[in-house]
């Protein structure tokens, strides 16, 4: 006890691996534990404290830096995650040591570390410090349990067989696996990461996923046989969901400059669910093949959209295409992707299925049309159209682009000619919108997860 009677207040260390997808969560989970009167601060690369779009003056969680190797450009100046990966894995944990050390001699010591799954040896550090330790998995438990299998060498690789089951999931196609394993050699440094994300895991105190209970019931139970699992999310802004923690409206960091004003305007003007909003994430991309089709089936069909293309991708579309679909059509190289999705005027979502975009949609009840491009997003639309039921895979031919003609016809079941299975859609996507409500307000299972961290921390 410190002040006389008054515990003091517990000093949380949150380590994201520097990209948006994996910021997001994580600084989100951060806020929850700040209005429950944890100290968070948020550790994060020299290079994108530099060069992101931040606001965390509002939300007193502190911001320290260590360094991936590449200070100056990051991924950037290392060209490759072939070249990245390994000196941010080298250069990194010396670093984040030091930041520690440096912690506790000024006077801060501390308490506890959550960091992301892709970087286990956070958790040695931690362990050489003494720290209590959360890893936090910001992919589905599918996907990780899949990962997990791999590197315990219960999934061999290459895949012999055309179907896999694993206990707690469906069974799984190769192709619904992610890609990272059912296409065995693609990209060998991202392999590694995920599969090695298991390598110390049953050295962690806890074992975080950014989920509610019910979406993945059976894998959580299964998984809880050996680690202690806890689910915490959907850790979305708060306004979105419980709406407990004042003005938390925004993730509070952007390696993208969002165009807000020019999204909101243009959806204001439009009827209810009659928007198809398309985006594909801060990191993946569809190419120009592909970027070609869904320009066409946006243009043939009589529908809105809002299309997010990042300005590196611009050149892929066809030529004219934004002038020759202004009238139905806004393309913005980046938007408020919460705010869209929660505006009455978006029907649909076309996404490559990201699992924070996942999440999103499905905590805000917007139907879904898959469209997944790599790594997990395979298994995660597998999960959105058989399991969760809130969306339609748009199937890709054989040589792995989906049509134009594909492309129309899911649009047309999911806002133009909605009929019994787009209607039963939209009934899903309510009742998992309401579950992930309940899982993050006052009692619910998400909630009740974090207090009882906090308590152990105390």
């Known amino acids: 006890m410190a002040d006389g009677n008054r515990p003091k207040t517990p000093h949380v260390l949150i380590l994201p691996y520097p990209s948006q997808g994996h910021i ?25 404290s530099n060069s992101s779009f931040s606001d965390l003056s509002s939300t007193s969680i502190d911001l320290h830096t260590i360094s991936d190797g590449f200070d100056e450009g990051g991924s950037n100046q290392a060209g ?12 990194g944990p010396k670093s984040f040591a030091a930041l520690i050390k440096k912690l506790g001699e000024t006077g801060h010591p501390v308490d506890a570390l959550v960091y992301d799954g892709f970087m286990p040896w956070a958790l040695d550090v931690a362990k050489q410090f003494g720290i209590l330790s959360a890893v936090f998995f910001t992919q589905s438990c599918a996907v990780n349990s899949v990962y997990y299998h791999v590197c315990k060498g219960h ?28 296409i065995y050699g693609s990209y060998p ?16 105190d806890w074992v975080f996923f950014n989920i509610f209970y019910e979406l993945e019931q059976e894998a959580v139970d299964w998984m809880s046989k050996f680690w202690n699992v806890r689910t915490v999310g959907p850790t979305i802004s708060s306004m979105y969901l419980d709406k407990r923690i004042q003005n938390d409206k925004d993730y509070g960091i952007h390696l993208f400059k969002p165009n807000v004003s020019a999204c909101m305007n243009w959806l204001n003007g439009k009827p209810k669910d009659s928007v198809v909003y398309v985006s594909f994430g801060s990191y993946a991309s569809p190419g120009i093949e592909q970027t070609a089709e869904l320009a ?28 020759e679909t202004s009238e139905k059509g806004l393309v913005v190289s980046w938007c408020p992707q919460l705010e869209v999705l929660a505006h009455d005027s978006v029907g649909c979502f076309l996404t490559h299925c990201g699992f924070n975009s996942v999440l999103e949609a499905l905590s805000l009840g917007v139907p879904v049309l898959a469209m997944p491009i790599w ?23 054989e040589d792995g682009i989906a049509r134009r003609e594909t492309i129309k016809q899911c649009i047309r079941e999911l806002v133009i000619e909605v009929g019994e299975k787009g209607n039963e859609i939209k009934k899903n996507s309510i009742k998992w ?24 921390l105390l």
């Open 155 to 182: 999934l061999q690789l290459p895949l012999p067989e055309s179907r896999v089951s694993l206990p707690g999931l469906p069974p799984l196609q190769v192709s619904e696996l992610p890609s990272f394993v059912s």
């Open 296 to 323: 066409s089936a946006l243009k043939e069909t009589d529908v809105y959209f809002l299309w997010v293309v990042k300005e590196t991708e611009k050149a892929n579309l066809p030529n004219n295409f934004i002038e």
């Open 433 to 456: 919108k309401n579950l992930a409500k309940k899982a993050v307000d006052e009692g619910g299972r998400s909630d009740q997860n974090i207090d009882e961290f906090i308590a152990k």
């Open 375 to 397: 790594t997990d997003q395979p298994t995660n639309a597998k999960y959105i159209e058989d399991v969760w039921g809130i969306g339609i895979r748009v199937r890709a031919d």
């Open 189 to 204: 440094a991202w392999f590694d990461v995920v599969v090695h994300q298991f390598s110390n895991v049953d050295g962690a």
């Open 24 to 48: 997001n969560p994580i600084l989100q989970f951060a806020k929850r534990l700040l209005s429950k009167g944890v100290k968070p601060a948020l550790v994060t690369t020299v290079y994108l």
């Open 80 to 91: 490759s995650s072939d070249a990245y990966l390994p000196t941010f894995w080298s250069v």
